[in-house]
Every structure is written in structure tokens, then in C-alpha cells.
């Protein structure tokens, strides 16, 4: 997609944001072996040292801490075995800090590392402790370079790609706008690279993406595809953060009229930073299988969930955790924080309040920790 595209009121509203994530893949900012390219990184610094130099506040998360170590190491490719990739984070990671501090250094602008795992989004209090740190370093006119911790991460608490991480930090951070940029112009209907496809220009809807062929993962240096991506705009849009979509080529037309890529229009308000994290971020301990009537009262009129609404109960969770909820289908419909262990559900489920005890009359999930996900 050449040239610049119609306007629109989403992509007015990119323009003119404030605070704004910029997530950047390791492929638009590695060779083909993994080294990191100098001339490509620094060209990303100009654009966001232009939107922060006009008064603007921008969050980088940066992929490419793996992809940095495996030249270094002097390996072929990606590894694929944990110990290996978490060694080649340890290189990559400050190979790659070291070059967003030297590129910035050009404009005398102080660069913040910023490394994090997922428990550090899952645990409320560690939540909140980033948010802090965040919102001071911008505050001091500093730029965030955030990144998923890989020298630590295990499958049990990583992200699984930095386009999550980047819509997670968007909201942390209240961002007005995600910039999610690839080595892809914009979200296309089919695969670019076989011929045929055309570029979507706007999302407004799910409606929108009915059909589209996401795909996997476009590089072998990365972990994210379009589909990471797609995702991603989802979260955020649903949080009302809008998000543009583009090639990290772009970069400085996206961070100026916002007139390239894909944008994607925000579908939900603003939710709380406690909603947020009972969404999208809070780890699930187990589910609540709830019959139609408790889904109708949790989903469309934001009630609480009482025993008598709920049929059956999975996993081993404490009192304080956040569960799922499910209706008979099968479908997550809600998430929120239980008020009962495990072990004391089982002989409540399915009883009227009066039928039980009274210190046993509470609700299961309190409304108001509660978030309805459809």
C-alpha cells in the first residue's frame, strides 16, 4: 500500500494522541541472521524522538532481544530449547538497550529499560508498581523501552509475543493510541506476498474481519504474526484505545498524520485499570460453568453470580483468585475474583441463597469484581 489513505476520525483521534505505545517486532529491526540492524532501529528513534519533541509521551515495547544474541553466539538461527533462548536474551538484551540509549543519545534523550514477565501484569500489586514506574519516566521526559524479560520468562509466565504486552501496556500506561508496526504495511485480506490481497484500511467491527486470512508468524526471527497483532488491536480496542497498524518503514508518517496502515476503530470504553486486569491480564485459577439464567444476569444486566447460577466447578482455586465463567456451551462469557475456595463450592452449587447457611449467603462473584466478556 502506497500513499496516503482517507481520513477518518480514528485515525484523526492517532494523530492528535497524547501518550502513545509504539510496539516494534524484532524483524523490522533484525537482519536476516538476527544482528541488529543500526540504520533501521535509529530511523524508528527519529520518528519517535519527533512525536515526543512536539510535546508527545510514547512508551516503546520493543521485540528483538533474542533475535539480538543469536549472532553473537553465533548461531544459525532462532533457537527453539528455553535455555538457549533465554541465553541469547541475556546477549541480545543489553546489545539492544545499549543501541536504543546510543541512538537516542543523538537527540540527549534519556532512555528507560524497562523489562517485565508476565506476573508482573498478573499480580495486582506488581500491576501497579509498573504503572507507577511508567507514568514517572514519562512524566520526567523520559522514553520507555519495554520488553517482555525472556532471560527469565517460562512458558508458565510469559506473554507469548509482544503485541499482547504492548496492548497491556497501553492500557497500564492509559495511552491514547497504539502503534503496532511490522514488516507488513497493513492488515491485508489474504497474504500480501502471493498477490491478490487487498489492504483493509479500516476496522470498526468484528464484521470488518470476517474472512481474513491473518496468518502466522511472516519471519524467522520472530514470534508474532498478523493473527498476535489482529489480537492485540482487539484488547486494546475493547479498552477504547484506538490502534494503527503498519510497517515499521512507516513509522514517521504513522507517528505524524496517522495516514497509513490499518486503523482500527475503539469498540468499548475505557475500562478501569482493575476491569482491565480482570480482562485481559489476570491469570485464571479455574471455571464456573453457569447455567442460562446466571448467564443472562452476569452478561446482560451486570449482576452478581450466586451458587444457585452455577452447575459445575473446575480447577483448584482459593478464595481472592480470578475464575472463568462459562455458559452451558462452553464459551468464557465473564472472568472475575471468587469469593469461595474451591473446596466449598461444590456442596453450594445450584442452591437458592435461603437454602444455605448464613455465612454462606454472599455472593460467589461480587459484581463489582466482575467483567463481562461479551
Not at 119 to 147: K, S
Not at 179 to 196: K, Q
Not at 314 to 327: I, K
Amino acid at each position: 500500500m502506497t500513499g496516503a489513505v482517507q481520513s477518518s476520525p480514528t485515525r484523526d483521534s492517532i494523530a492528535a494522541a497524547h501518550r502513545i505505545v509504539v510496539k516494534v517486532g524484532s524483524s523490522s529491526l533484525t537482519t536476516g541472521r538476527g544482528a541488529l540492524d543500526q540504520a533501521r532501529l535509529a530511523a524508528l528513534v527519529d520518528a519517535v524522538e519527533a512525536r515526543v519533541a512536539t510535546g508527545g509521551q510514547v512508551v516503546v515495547v520493543s521485540s528483538g532481544a533474542i533475535a539480538a544474541g543469536i549472532a553473537p553466539l553465533g548461531l544459525r538461527r532462532r533457537p527453539r530449547d528455553l535455555a538457549t533462548k533465554q541465553a541469547a536474551a541475556s546477549v541480545g538484551q543489553q546489545a539492544l538497550a545499549h543501541a536504543y540509549a546510543e541512538s537516542f543519545a543523538r537527540y540527549r534523550r534519556t532512555v528507560g529499560q524497562v523489562l517485565l514477565t508476565a506476573d508482573d501484569v498478573v499480580r495486582r500489586a506488581h500491576y501497579r508498581n509498573a504503572q507507577r514506574t511508567l507514568n514517572r519516566l514519562l512524566t520526567l521526559g523520559v522514553v520507555p523501552v519495554v520488553n517482555e524479560n525472556d532471560t527469565v520468562a517460562t512458558a508458565e509466565i510469559r506473554f507469548g509475543d509482544n503485541d499482547r504486552l504492548a496492548a497491556l501496556v497501553s492500557h497500564l500506561v492509559g495511552a491514547d493510541a497504539l502503534l503496532l508496526l511490522s514488516d507488513v504495511d497493513a492488515l491485508y485480506d489474504g497474504d500480501p506476498r502471493g498477490g491478490g490481497a487487498s489492504a483493509i484500511r479500516e476496522v470498526t467491527s468484528a464484521a470488518d474481519l470476517a474472512g481474513v486470512d491473518a496468518g502466522a508468524s511472516g519471519s524467522g526471527v520472530g514470534t508474532g504474526g498478523m493473527a498476535s497483532k489482529v489480537e492485540a488491536a482487539r484488547v486494546a480496542c475493547t479498552a477504547g484505545i484506538p490502534v494503527l497498524l503498519t510497517s515499521a518503514a512507516q513509522a514517521a508518517r504513522a507517528l505524524g498524520a496517522a495516514d497509513v496502515g490499518t486503523a482500527f476503530a475503539t469498540t468499548g470504553s475505557r475500562l478501569s485499570a482493575r476491569r482491565f486486569w480482570l480482562a485481559h491480564a489476570a491469570g485464571a485459577r479455574g471455571r464456573l460453568w453457569l447455567d442460562d439464567g446466571a448467564v443472562a444476569a452476569v452478561v446482560r444486566r451486570r449482576r452478581s453470580l450466586l451458587a444457585a447460577g452455577i452447575t459445575s466447578v473446575e480447577g483448584a482455586f482459593d478464595g481472592g483468585d480470578v475464575v472463568e465463567l462459562v455458559d452451558p456451551a462452553g464459551a468464557v462469557v465473564a472472568r472475575g475474583v471468587v469469593a469461595y475456595d474451591a473446596a466449598e463450592l461444590p456442596e453450594l452449587v445450584g442452591r437458592s441463597s435461603h437454602e444455605l447457611p448464613a455465612e454462606q449467603r454472599r455472593e460467589v462473584v461480587h459484581a463489582d469484581d466482575l467483567v463481562p466478556l461479551r
